[in-house]
């Protein structure tokens, strides 16, 4: 396996009258098709530092060096751009746009990027649905489905450009058991079937027994030992 | 299709009542200030029009801008000269070879606009009839060119210029002298020039202008009887110029003020007061009008900031997504445009339907015999000004929620939504 993520002494400051370390010197490697759990107790700073590996935030200092390329010069749109390219996003709010089918919300990436043809988008973005078992419902809205499908789209639209990681920030926080377990699994698969690279943060204890590694975080910094294994 | 357009779209038909109040706005604007704007122009062309009508094109006097210099002066200019109780030359005062300026003038080569000249010699005179006397300005003309520069011979109530050729002892007056003398068509007065010699006139015709000071002092002869009457044997000392091109008029009358010396006045220079009144008149009606639109586009304002407030989630997911700070703006820039646009087209359509029924407003202007319509003007130029008006305020209106949704930082809502 090679490494598909490296952080070097990534730290991230919220600046104020009292500045807030939020990330302390965390060092870590992501390898091509992990599936990696984040974990620790609330404001650990597990979701800041899944921004910071999502190039959605700017470390205050250290490098982040995604499939090879160091991040650290990027504009901001060229920081979209990779986003757009290689990262999918799944949070805990689905973030679902209310006025778009679920169809158009899982083409909205695809026709962001413009790699396939409109036929194509339409084409792959029914394959995703049908493969979360939303097969049916392509053309309702957000509002008419429930929680646990409403997530599975936002899945199906983090997986439609083809990305090289999938993070997930409490991807079940929202969820019943059943609702929750369903998500995990489809992860799972993900990784080990498709060789998507995922990693989530969560508070799920069924995640963490689930992924490949767990790094735990404790006030900004890794405390289990990497690697663990 | 496009899919900052898709998304700006699901943004206003999204909220349908909010984006139909902003589009209502912006319509009745657009409309308000095409209805308002095109009746003062309207109004103005109007009057510029019975301006341009009534008042000569030029007037050629016989003066000069600048009094000629003293002798003493040409003879030592570099000199501090005080004379005191210099007298100008005495001379009869009067255009000198005006029958070689006017035909000058009628055949003036090259010039791309037709002229008309009529000669005339202005003069005070006291009429008298049964023991009352009043001032009169008399104005001697030839009745056939006169015709051709003013709109008098329209103004006729009685008679016709020409009964001045029939009768060389005609005398042509207004209505309000008419009535105060108890005169009528055919009554013979007595008119005492200034210089002492008195001639007796039959009145062959009667004109009413609505301006009373004109009805009531003005007087028409044919010009040799003016001549002779006043002592100014083939002297004029106007010579009045109505042009097919009135603008033309600003132009030629420097010109034969250079060429002829004598000062030679256009219709916008005698009228450069009510001209520039009409500048500030129009000034006043555009900054009123505008505003109805700068209010039109706070509705898009609200409309948009309401919308930038309750959609940031969306703007944070496209924002992670990987959509441009660009892009996000020109999702609200997009849809400042579509109000502005649907709106100007809708507020367009109805402000020709507002113009329409206000042409269909009869009025009748005092002095006026006929009633006339309101006058609107038409021209295209006053749409384009208020489409592009209501399409600049609403792109002024988007562009701060627009802002505001490209600096939106998608960390800051991940986490509170979290």
């Known amino acids: ?229 | 299709m496009n899919v900052t357009l898709a998304v700006a779209w699901a943004h206003l038909v999204g909220r349908k009542r909010q984006t139909l109040v902003a589009l209502g706005g912006v319509v009745l604007g657009v409309a308000f200030f095409l209805a308002t704007s095109s009746l003062m122009r309207g109004s103005e062309r109007d009057f510029l029009q019975r301006l341009v009508d009534n008042a000569p094109h030029i007037t050629v006097y016989d003066e000069y801008r600048d009094p000629p210099a003293q002798p003493a002066a040409l003879r030592w200019p570099e000199a501090a000269l005080a004379l005191p109780r210099v007298k100008p030359q005495r001379e009869t005062r009067g255009i000198r070879g005006w029958p070689r300026l006017l035909e000058a003038l009628r055949q003036r080569p090259g010039l791309p606009y037709g002229v008309r000249v009529a000669p005339v010699l202005n003069g005070a005179v006291v009429l008298s009839f049964a023991g009352r006397v009043q001032g009169l300005q008399l104005s001697g003309i030839d009745p056939l060119a006169m015709k051709g520069v003013s709109t008098i011979e329209s103004k006729m109530i009685e008679g016709s210029l020409d009964s001045l050729d029939a009768d060389a002892s005609g005398i042509v007056l207004g209505a309000g002298l008419m009535q105060q003398f108890q005169l009528r068509v055919g009554s013979t007065v007595t008119v005492v020039a200034a210089g002492g010699l008195s001639r007796s006139l039959k009145v062959v015709g009667v004109f009413r202008t609505g301006n009373q000071g004109y009805d009531e002092g003005q007087a028409f002869v044919k010009l040799q009887r003016a001549q002779a009457l006043l002592g100014r044997e083939n002297r004029v000392n106007r010579l009045i110029l109505q042009l097919d091109d009135p603008q033309a008029a600003a132009a030629l009358a420097p010109q034969i003020e250079a060429q002829w010396g004598y000062k030679s006045v256009s219709w916008s220079e005698a009228s450069q007061d009510i001209l520039s009144l009409l500048v500030i008149r129009n000034l006043i009606m555009y900054t009123v009008v505008s505003a109805i639109l700068v209010v039109a586009s706070l509705g898009i304002y609200n409309t948009l900031s309401t919308v930038a407030l309750e959609k940031t989630r969306d703007i944070a997911i496209l924002k992670s997504m990987g959509f441009h700070a660009r892009e996000l703006q020109r999702i609200f820039l997009l849809q400042g445009l579509a109000v502005g646009v649907l709106g100007s087209l809708i507020g367009l359509g109805l402000g020709a339907l507002l113009m329409q029924a206000l042409g269909q407003v009869k009025v009748k202007p005092p002095g006026a015999v006929d009633v006339t319509h309101l006058p609107i003007y038409w021209g295209p130029e006053q749409f384009a000004l208020a489409a592009a008006f209501a399409l600049l305020s609403a792109l002024a209106a988007a562009w701060l929620p627009a802002r505001k949704a490209a600096n939106l930082q998608p960390v800051d809502i991940l986490r509170g939504a979290a």
């Open chain 1, 1 to 229: 396996m090679t490494v598909l993520l490296q952080a070097i002494e990534l730290t991230r400051v919220l600046p104020g009258d009292v500045p807030v370390t939020l990330v302390d010197r965390v060092s870590l490697q992501i390898e091509r098709g992990e599936f990696v759990s984040i974990v620790g107790p609330s404001g650990s700073g597990k979701s800041s530092l899944l921004y910071l590996l999502g190039l959605l935030d700017r470390p205050t200092s250290g490098r982040l060096i995604l499939d090879g390329v160091d991040t650290a010069g990027f504009s901001e749109d060229r920081l979209a751009d990779t986003r757009l390219a290689k990262l999918g996003f799944v949070f805990q709010f689905h973030f679902l746009l209310p006025e778009f089918s679920l169809l158009d919300n899982v083409a909205l990436p695809m026709r962001r990027l413009r790699r396939w043809s409109e036929a194509e988008i339409e084409a792959r973005a029914l394959a995703r649905l049908g493969e979360l078992g939303l097969a049916g419902h392509e053309r309702k809205l957000p509002q008419a489905i429930s929680g646990g499908q409403r997530q599975r789209v936002a899945i199906a639209r983090a997986l439609a450009n083809e990305p090289l990681l999938i993070l997930a920030d409490e991807p079940t926080g929202n969820l019943d058991t059943a609702a929750s377990a369903n998500v995990r699994a489809i992860l799972r698969e993900l990784c080990h079937r498709q060789g998507t690279t995922v990693v989530t943060v969560t508070h799920d204890t069924g995640f963490a027994a689930a992924a490949d590694r767990c790094i735990t975080l404790v006030d900004g910094h890794v405390v289990t030992p990497e690697p663990s294994q």
